[in-house]
Structure formats: structure tokens, C-alpha cells
């Protein structure tokens, strides 16, 4: 029995995706909040209020913040799902050293190409690169191939982590004009990206294309505005 399963969250959230793409895997059913965040909930702030943000899953009445946390929390407490995380330890640890790198390098790499602009657009964008070629390296190194997932046939925590950063890697380069995903260069991460975007798991969970694009371009707009102020 699941109980009583909410998460609030943004459609547009990367955060938020990834939360929603472990419940998927799991076929937890779940009841989906949509947040405004220019009129934050009373439930959002009572929630988590120490950093006010979402995702937040709430459990039969209790809440859960931090997406990392909030998945490694669905593969422990819900044990009849695919595994999210491997058993063994070492290969957990493994699992863990890159959702983070993912999460908090990557991630944050791809953020300063968001928010700026000209030259030090440039730089940020060389930094992405630097560490997608980290990330093709590690999964060279740890991950050879076979399955279409770095965690088999179905999706992990690393797997969905990847997914809601570099899922959406079109709509990135459509709105910044710049190339992410060379397969020439990334050829590991390119297949890797592309089977998770052609799964019916992701397909179903992911916002049409356009939404993105227009919502990233509103966000671009307002960061390089204030940036400027
Ligand atoms: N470290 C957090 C980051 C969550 C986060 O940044 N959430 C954003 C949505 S993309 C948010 O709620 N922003 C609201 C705000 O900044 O006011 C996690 O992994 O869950």
C-alpha cells in the first residue's frame, strides 16, 4: 500500500521531473501539486520552510525535501518497485559520486549559460563541456554499456537524474543556440540520453517541447534582466 502520496512540484521543474520519473518507475500512484512561485503555497512554506522550494513529496502527511533525498526515500520505502538504487554498496556509492556530480556540477554549469550572457556566456559554456567530458569519461570507466540504462532495463537514480538535466538538452540548445550533446564527442552520454528520451516512462512524463522553450526563454529573460538591474 502506498497511502497517501503528494508532491508538490513545478511541470517545469528539473527537480521536480526527476522526483516524478522515480514514482513512475516504481508505479507509485500520486497526487501532483502545481506551485506558483510568485504565490507560494502555505503548504509549500510550512512544508520546507528552511529552503522554500520544491520538490516536496509529502507521505501520508509528512514531508520530504531535497529531491536526492526524496528518491533515495521511494526506493527505501517502497521495496515491491525496480531497485532505484543498487544493493551492493560499493555500486551504490558509485551511483551516488555521480547523481551528485550530475546534480551539483553539471547542473550548476549549465545554469551560468542560462544566466549570462556575452563573454562569460562563452566561459560558461566551455565549463559544460569540460564537464560532460568528465561524465562521458566516467561512464566509459564505470558504466561499458549493454543495457539501455545505467541501471538495466529499467530506470535508476541516475538514470532519472541524467534524464531531467540533460532530457530537456534540445530545448537548451534551441533557446541558448548552443550544442550540448555532440555525439561525436559524447558518444556514451549521447546514447545514453537518447534511450531515456525515447522511453514511453519519460515521453509521457515530459512537457511538449514548445512549453519548454517558451518557459526557458521567460526565465532567460527574467535572469539577465535582474542581472543587469
Ligand atoms: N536542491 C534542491 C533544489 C530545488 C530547487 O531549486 N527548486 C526550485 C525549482 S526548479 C524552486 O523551488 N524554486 C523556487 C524559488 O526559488 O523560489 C533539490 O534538489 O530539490
Known amino acids: ?3 497517501r502520496v503528494v508532491l508538490h512540484g513545478r511541470g517545469a521543474s528539473p527537480y521536480s ?3 516524478e520519473l522515480a514514482l513512475k518507475v ?6 501532483f501539486v502545481e506551485e506558483d512561485f510568485t504565490n507560494k503555497s502555505e503548504a509549500l512554506l510550512r512544508y520546507n520552510p528552511v529552503h522554500k522550494k520544491v520538490p ?3 507521505h501520508n502527511g509528512k514531508p520530504i525535501t531535497e529531491s536526492l533525498v526524496i528518491i533515495e526515500y521511494i526506493d527505501k520505502t517502497w521495496k515491491e518497485g525496480p531497485p532505484l538504487l543498487p544493493r551492493d554498496l560499493y555500486e551504490r556509492a558509485k551511483v551516488r559520486f555521480w547523481a551528485s556530480f550530475l546534480h551539483q556540477q553539471l547542473f550548476e554549469a549549465i545554469a551560468s549559460v542560462i544566466n549570462t550572457d556575452g563573454e562569460a556566456q562563452d566561459r560558461a559554456v566551455k565549463e559544460v563541456h569540460e564537464k560532460l567530458k568528465v561524465l562521458e569519461e ?6 561499458p554499456g549493454g543495457s539501455p540504462f545505467i541501471n538495466g532495463n529499467n530506470m535508476g537514480l541516475l538514470d532519472v537524474v541524467v534524464c531531467s538535466i540533460l532530457g530537456t538538452h534540445k530545448v537548451l540548445e534551441e ?3 548552443v550544442k550540448f550533446l555532440d555525439p561525436e564527442k559524447y558518444a ?4 545514453w540520453v537518447k534511450a531515456l528520451t525515447e522511453s514511453p516512462l519519460v515521453k509521457e512524463a515530459m512537457p511538449p517541447h514548445e512549453k519548454l522553450v517558451g518557459i526557458l526563454r521567460l526565465i532567460r529573460a527574467r535572469l539577465l534582466e535582474s542581472a543587469a538591474a
Open 175 to 177: 533557446v541558448l543556440g
Open 188 to 191: 556514451m552520454v549521447n546514447s
Open 1 to 3: 500500500m502506498a497511502g
Open 138 to 143: 566516467g561512464i566509459k570507466g564505470n558504466y
Open 56 to 58: 516536496i513529496l509529502v
Open 17 to 19: 521531473r526527476r522526483v
Open 26 to 31: 516504481k508505479g507509485i500512484e500520486y497526487e
